[in-house]
Structure formats: C-alpha cells, structure tokens
C-alpha cells in the first residue's frame, strides 16, 4: 500500500490523499483552500459564477481566477504529483466524506483529469456538486455515484474488486461519512472530518457497531483529522448548541427591535435548530444569502430540509432589498437569518453593517452569532471591525452561540481503540496542529516515523 498526501497536510482545507495498492489508485476529496479562509469557510468568498462557460471561478472580494491563478496560490490541491508519480491513468474512484468545501470544492478544476473515472458520493454532497456544476455551466462527464450512509459498495481494479464502506458519521452538516476502502494489504480508513456527537438534533449517532467491526479486522492505515488535537475539551453535542439557541433568541424574543441571526451556510442541523426556536417569536423567519439558498435548496432537493416550510429564501439582490425596505419599517415582524458570521466581505451582514442596504442597523437591533470566529488574522480583524460597528450604533450582540464540528482527543482516542489501525496519520491542519495527534498515539503504542506518521504534501508513504 502506498499513500499519497496530496493537500491538507500543512494546512486546514485543500483536502486530498490517494491511496495505490498494485495498479489501482482510489482519490479522497477533492478540497478548496482560500488563504485566509480556513476551517469549513462558507461560500460567502465563494461565488460560482457562469459567466465564463466552461469554466469555474471563484471571486475573492472583487478579483475573478482562472484554475491556473488558483493552483498558483495554492487554492486547489497539486494533485500533478500524480503525474509525476505514475498514477493519475490508474486512479479507479473518487470518493468525497461530505459537502464542506475544504473537501469538495475542487472537484470542478480537478475532475477533467481523470476521465470516465466514477465519483462517489451522498445525495446531499452529490447534490451540492451537481448545483455547483449548473452554477458554472459546467457538465459533468465523469459518472456519478449516489451512496447512502452505512451502504457498502464495490469498485472494480486491475487485479480484482475492492470493498467500499461509507459510514454514517457527525458533523457539521448531513450526510457525512467516513470511507473505508477494503484491499488484500488490509482496510484503509479515511476519517474526515471527526466528531463523535451521540446527541444529535438530527439523524442518528455515529455507527459504532460498524466502527468496532472493522477493528476486528485489519486496518492497516487511519488517516485521521487533527484539527482540535492538542485539546481534551469536547466540543459538544449540537443538543447543547439547540440549548444555546433557545437561550439566545429568549432573551431577545419579546424585543420591539430587530433580530439578525448568523451561522454556518452547510450547517443544516443547526438552521433546523434556529427555525424551530425562532417559530416561537411568531415573526416571519427570512433567509437571505446565496450560500444559505444554496445549501437549504439542496438540503430540500434531497428531502433533508424540514424546516422548509417555516422559511422564506430571499437570493436576488432586487429581491433581498426588498425585504430588508421592509424590515426597515417593520422591525418587529421579522427573524432574519443571513450570511456573514466571520464578516466576509461582501457577506448579507458585511454589506448591512458597511451601511449599503436599505436596512440600517440601529441602537436596541440585536444580532446573534450562532457560529465562532475562526482563529486566523483574516478573520479576527474583520470581525473586531464589524462588532466595533454595530457597538457603536447601540447593537446587541451575542457571540458563540455555537459549538463546532471537530472532535477533540478523546473523540481521536475512541476511534483508534475502535479501529486499532496498525498506522496511524494525522491529517487536516498544520504541522503544529497535527503533531499533538502523535502524542496521543503514542499512548497506544504507535512509534513516529514506524507506525506513527507526520506527512506533507505531495509526500509519498511506503507502508510495508
């Protein structure tokens, strides 16, 4: 078995490894990573255009880049090491965990490489590639596969057929899991991303039973996300986050002024979670943003949206003026969840607080950030900025009300004494955040550099 690391493995986001075992190479998403926006960033930087047909783009405030600019600054994975390599003509499957951009947002730049070559995934991140795509323009010619959680599938090689498990999974969005790909040198596990939430608001609790059985048998490589190693502070079930929900909008429920709530686009459990408590205000609960019309949309498309009916979605920008006219004269009519919870430029509430829309925040508005900031500068300084305004104008805000997607190390710890993987491999961080998830397999025995491994990218790994 032999493991190439492709991106995600000096920073957070750019996810993809492939794995070659004879003359078969199997690919694990395909990610974005935008500098400065890091660690599941919402589509708000995020704008798939068509106006270049045939071609996908992203905008990052108001600069437009072709794939070759993206690849420049590192945006998308180097999966040429491939080339160099000698795999990219054998590359059997793709499989994608879920529908975060930092692990399928590359998929358009990326796919016209390995032709006729089938992608697997679950309807809501199938789905979410398939708008993607009409976004850009784009069709897609490689064949699709649709793959339910906890279903097992087979994927033909060279040398035979090889067993493939999707595993149910929790995160911050639905539909995830992790992959199990079953080979003749033992089970490759691909654990991204990781968090063991046994009280979820929606869907059921990861599948430990399935867990457990394939560490009966023999794993021989877990690649593992590392991104809150170096803390044994749970992050929390999204039960607690609905509890802190419930908690924010009473305090503000009976006010005469407005209610802006923000929070993670893809982040369907919880917009389930802030619909079913902001109901109970008895105003009209808004949706305005493209990305939150994009993932409610698909969300719906696949029948995992059940507070379809509580929502109006409001995307053009005529039409977001509209409203937000008249929430300006009716302020206490309305519950308005929108984009902008890292004050991204050009997001529904950057564009509010810079003053560039009907609607004016005032003293006694209050805004709800069901979300954390992301710790890079980027964002730090962007929303120390936003807050500094909407401070001044009297604007109520409550922060973190929220509780993240990453599992700390003893969520790491559970997995590895479910799987007993023979290796280990931190992925999905810097250096700095995956070196803590050594130390914790060092309490299991593994040894750095034998059965312990600290990989970058476009390294390959030897797995004897």
């Given at each position: 078995?032999?493991i190439?690391t492709?991106g995600?493995?000096e920073?957070?986001?750019?996810?993809m490894?492939?794995?070659?075992v004879?003359?078969?190479v199997f690919?694990?998403?395909m990610g974005l990573?935008?500098p400065?926006?890091?660690?599941?960033?919402?589509e708000?930087?995020v704008?798939?255009?068509?106006?270049?047909?045939?071609k996908?783009?992203?905008?990052?405030?108001?600069?437009?880049?072709?794939?070759?600019?993206?690849?420049?600054f590192g945006?998308?994975?180097?999966d040429?090491?491939?080339?160099?390599l000698?795999?990219?003509?054998?590359?059997?499957?793709?499989?994608?965990?879920h529908?975060?951009?930092d692990?399928?947002?590359?998929?358009?730049?990326?796919?016209?490489?390995y032709?006729?070559?089938?992608?697997?995934?679950t309807?809501f991140?199938?789905?979410?590639?398939e708008?993607?795509?009409?976004?850009?323009?784009?069709?897609?010619?490689n064949p699709?596969?649709?793959?339910?959680?906890d279903?097992?599938?087979?994927v033909?090689?060279?040398?035979?057929?090889?067993?493939?498990d999707?595993i149910?999974?929790?995160?911050?969005t639905?539909?995830?899991?992790?992959i199990a790909l079953h080979?003749?040198?033992?089970i490759?596990?691909y654990a991204?991303d990781?968090?063991?939430d046994?009280?979820?608001?929606?869907?059921?609790?990861?599948?430990?039973k399935?867990?457990k059985?394939l560490?009966?048998k023999k794993?021989?490589v877990?690649?593992m996300?590392s991104?809150?190693?170096?803390?044994e502070?749970?992050?929390?079930?999204e039960t607690i986050?609905?509890?802190?929900?419930?908690?924010?909008?009473?305090?503000?429920?009976?006010?005469k002024n407005?209610?802006?709530?923000?929070?993670?686009?893809?982040?369907?459990?919880?917009?389930?979670?802030?619909?079913?408590?902001?109901k109970?205000?008895?105003?009209?609960?808004i949706f305005?943003g493209r990305s939150l019309?994009k993932?409610?949309n698909?969300?719906?498309?696949?029948k995992?949206?059940p507070?379809?009916n509580?929502?109006k979605?409001v995307?053009?920008?005529?039409?977001i003026?509209?409203?937000l006219a008249?929430?300006?004269?009716?302020r206490?009519?309305?519950?308005?969840?929108c984009?902008?919870?890292q004050?991204?430029?050009n997001?529904m509430l950057?564009r509010?607080?810079?003053?560039?829309?009907?609607?004016?925040?005032?003293e006694?508005?209050n805004?709800?950030?069901?979300?954390?900031i992301i710790?890079?500068p980027i964002n730090?300084?962007?929303r120390?900025?936003?807050?500094?305004k909407?401070?001044?104008?009297?604007v109520?805000?409550?922060?973190?009300?929220?509780?993240?997607?990453?599992?700390s190390?003893?969520?790491?710890?559970?997995m590895m004494?479910?799987?007993?993987?023979?290796?280990?491999?931190?992925?999905?961080?810097t250096?700095?955040q995956?070196?803590?998830?050594?130390e914790?397999?060092?309490?299991?025995?593994?040894?750095?550099?034998e059965?312990s491994?600290?990989?970058s990218?476009?390294?390959?790994l030897k797995?004897d």
């Open positions: 078995m032999e190439c492709i995600g493995y920073e957070v986001g750019k996810n490894t492939a794995v070659k004879d003359e078969d690919i694990f998403d990573h935008i400065g926006i890091v660690e599941l960033q919402e708000d930087l704008d798939y255009t068509p106006k270049l047909k045939g996908a783009t992203i905008r990052g405030g108001t600069h437009t880049h072709t794939e070759a600019r993206l690849r420049e945006a998308i994975p180097d040429r090491v491939l080339d160099k000698g795999w990219s003509e054998k590359v059997r499957a793709i499989f994608i965990s529908a975060h951009l692990h399928v947002g590359a998929v358009h730049y990326l796919l016209k490489r032709p006729n070559v089938p992608v697997f995934a309807p991140t199938m789905k979410f590639l708008v993607m795509a009409e976004d850009d323009g784009i069709k897609f010619t699709t596969r649709v793959v339910q959680p279903s097992t599938h087979t033909k090689g060279t040398s035979g057929s090889y067993k493939v999707f149910h999974t929790t995160h911050s639905i539909d995830c899991v992790f080979t003749k040198e033992g490759f596990f991204l990781l968090k063991f046994n009280h979820p608001t929606m869907g059921k609790p990861p599948n430990y399935k867990f059985d560490g009966r794993v021989k877990l690649v996300d991104l809150y190693s170096y803390t502070t749970k992050p929390g079930s986050a609905r509890h802190l929900v419930e908690d924010a909008i009473g305090k503000v429920r009976h006010s407005a209610i802006f709530i923000t929070t993670f686009s893809s982040h369907i459990e919880r917009l389930n979670s802030i619909v079913e408590v902001a109970q205000t008895g105003r009209e609960i305005l019309n993932y409610v698909v969300a719906i498309a696949v995992q949206c507070f379809k509580n929502v979605l995307k053009f920008r005529k039409q003026n509209s409203f008249r929430i300006e004269k009716n206490d009519k309305y519950l308005v969840v984009t902008g919870h004050a991204e430029e997001s950057d509010i607080t810079r003053g560039d829309t009907p609607f004016k925040f005032k006694g508005d805004v709800i950030f069901s979300s954390s710790p890079v730090i300084a962007a120390a900025k936003m807050d500094s909407l401070k001044r104008v009297g109520r805000i409550q922060n973190d009300v929220h509780v993240h997607g990453h599992g190390r003893e969520d790491m710890r559970d004494r479910m799987l007993r993987p023979e290796h280990v491999i931190p992925a999905h961080g250096l700095q995956e070196t803590p998830l050594i914790v397999a060092s309490e299991f025995g593994y040894k750095f550099g059965t491994h600290l990989a990218n476009g390294k390959l797995l």
